[in-house]
């Protein structure tokens, strides 16, 4: 196990005259930083600019400073000499003597030690073909990419994590040289896409800077893998240190790990901070489902009767959120017969309460063209941001005396439509969805209805509709037992489906130290067996999403009664239960 904790020099920058020749594309400025960490202000940095945590971030750590005393300028193009200098900074502005190593890095320059000691480092070279370091050159969001993945192999961090290039459409453009690094920058949240694409070509500014540089020191304070049994003191670490680990990390080699949230979540920075640490993955928890989506007054106005009309907003804070932060998406859920308006199924999508149910024919229509629409919009607006589709939610009831246990009652979907309604769902959502995106079932207690599930899902396979299944698992403390639990994911995995925990939480009501302690133990024996069974090779478990941030969060407590199911307290503050999620060997 490998623990670097980023430490900067406690020395701050004073301003200064940086000079450098025209010829080289820059011009002559002088830099400003602040006597006092924390203390400048910037006229063109505002509270309401999404750059404003970061440009305060690496101002008050003395990394990057202000091109005026006033300005930061967060719209400046980025130049080379600028990123050897960042860099430097970081590094404590360590001792060097100047080699005349490029004929266009003359010494007594701002920028002359700073270049030397990074191409000393083999953290920046120079261009091969001519030989030069090019100061003045505008730097491109791959090339800063490669320096911070050179730089963090040279703190030792462990930079073994890769993101799926495919998962962009633009990765043709990212040069032979800077896969890996873009892989790992994106895996690392470094980089997190440019509406959804890397861009690798691309400029970088100075806002866009500062915010890569603020994620790479956010995870130089931590980079760990999961250590072996007996090297696991998390909590020991967290009470000495105050450095909490992250989730998401100590996974990666496993599974990712996701939330479920809502946009009101996020108005809080603390929230947000949170998120962006531990987790990798979002599941929009209400406001991508039918209910959210579709709209009555425009439906109506449109007239049409096989064409129900849907409008975006609850999900675009969370959408944009996740885009900003480099983190993928569940689309949850399409078809539900659950939080779906009745008149979406009624003739002349009527709201009256005795209003006839439409045909078969015109329900079909009606479901194609809404999954059409719901895929296309966040496809086209948020390209390679969702990686699956919850596509039908729920359908199988245990104690269903249907045919295949199909749930009936209350189920508009299945009335109407029929028992292959489940099949057409997946049917249309495989025609609109894009090519990479994958095909889920999801559904809870599915340890009380695998066997349904499997023939279900055996019948969906056997078209090419289906790559895998949600495990919900809102359980409890003593139920369903470890090994059933486990029976049924290997039940799963034996037809060659891809398992993903898609809402997890463990009731419990008592919240003193023994009952905490319960629900940690819980969690701990959860994790223990998923991770083992990913270990195994024969499971492929892609992701774990629990169901709701923190104990104030929780769907739990729409009842009446309060519970304490999650990881983290009202107050944010990490529970037993997160260390025993994280296999604590305190636990």
């Not at 967060?74 to 404590?92: C, D, F, G, Q, S």
């Not at 390209?383 to 045919?403: F, K, R």
Request: with cysteine.
């Amino acid at each position: 196990m490998k623990i670097r904790i980023f430490k900067r020099c406690a020395a701050v920058l004073m301003a200064v005259t940086l000079t450098v020749p025209a010829a080289a594309g820059l011009i002559d400025f002088p830099v400003y930083a602040s006597e006092e960490q924390g203390g400048i202000k910037f006229q063109d940095v505002t509270e309401d600019d999404w750059y404003y945590e970061v440009v305060n971030y690496v101002s008050s750590q003395g990394i990057m400073t202000g091109m005026t005393q006033t300005m930061f300028e967060p719209a400046t193009e980025l130049k080379r000499a600028h990123v050897a200098t960042i860099i430097y900074r970081m590094e404590n502005t360590p001792d060097v003597v100047y080699k005349e190593k490029f004929s266009d890095v003359p010494q007594g320059e701002f920028y002359s030690e700073a270049v030397i000691w990074a191409n000393e480092n083999k953290i920046i070279t120079g261009y091969t073909d001519t030989g030069l370091f090019e100061p003045g050159k505008n730097i491109s969001r791959e090339e800063l990419a490669v320096i911070l993945y050179r730089y963090a192999k040279s703190k030792e961090m462990d930079v073994s994590g890769r993101a799926e290039l495919s998962d962009f459409p633009d990765e043709g453009k990212v040069s032979g040289y800077a896969k890996d690094a873009m892989a790992w920058a994106a895996a690392s949240r470094i980089i997190t896409g440019d509406r959804g694409r890397l861009n690798p070509q691309g400029t970088a500014n100075r806002a866009e800077c500062a915010a890569m540089i603020q994620r790479f020191c956010k995870l130089l304070e931590v980079s760990v893998t999961m250590p072996e049994e007996g090297e696991r003191n998390f909590y020991e670490q967290y009470k000495e240190t105050g450095i909490l680990y992250r989730m998401r990390e100590l996974y990666a080699d496993n599974f990712s790990i996701g939330v479920a949230l809502e946009p009101r979540t996020l108005n809080g920075e603390k929230e947000r901070t949170l998120i962006q640490e531990q987790f990798s993955y979002m599941t929009c928890e209400n406001a991508m489902k039918p209910a959210a989506l579709l709209n009555h007054q425009k439906t109506v106005a449109r007239g049409e009767e096989e064409y129900p009309v849907i409008e975006v907003t609850e999900a675009i804070p969370l959408l944009e959120f996740a885009e900003e932060n480099g983190m993928k998406l569940r689309g949850h859920t399409l078809v539900w017969y659950k939080q779906t308006p009745k008149w979406l199924f009624t003739e002349g999508f009527s709201d009256a309460p005795d209003a006839p149910l439409v045909s078969r024919d015109v329900m079909l229509k009606r479901m194609e063209n809404y999954i059409c629409q719901v895929m296309t919009y966040f496809n086209s607006n948020y390209p390679g941001l969702i990686t699956c589709w919850d596509v039908v939610n729920e359908a199988i009831d245990a104690n269903s005396p249907e045919e295949g246990q199909m749930l009936a009652e209350g189920n508009y979907w299945y009335q109407i439509i029929g028992a292959d309604y489940v099949e057409k769902a997946f049917s249309y959502a495989r025609k609109y969805a894009d090519p990479q995106q994958k095909l889920f079932y999801n559904d809870f207690n599915c340890y009380e209805k695998d066997a349904a599930i499997c023939e279900m899902a055996g019948k969906l396979q056997e078209e090419g509709l289906i790559d895998g299944i949600g495990m919900q698992s809102h359980i409890l403390l003593e139920y369903p037992s470890v090994q059933n639990y486990e029976n049924t994911i290997r039940k799963f995995a034996q037809m060659g489906l891809e398992i993903q925990i898609t809402e997890l939480d463990i009731q419990q009501t008592d919240n003193s130290v023994e009952g905490q302690q319960k629900l940690s133990a819980r969690y701990k024996e959860i994790f223990r067996t998923l991770k083992q069974l990913d270990d195994e090779g024969i499971v492929n478990i892609t992701n774990v999403t629990f169901w709701g941030l923190n104990d104030s969060r929780t769907w739990l407590n729409n009842g009446g009664e309060t519970h304490y199911p999650l990881l983290f307290d009202e107050e944010l503050n990490p529970k037993p239960a997160f260390f025993g999620s994280i296999l604590d060997d305190s636990i």
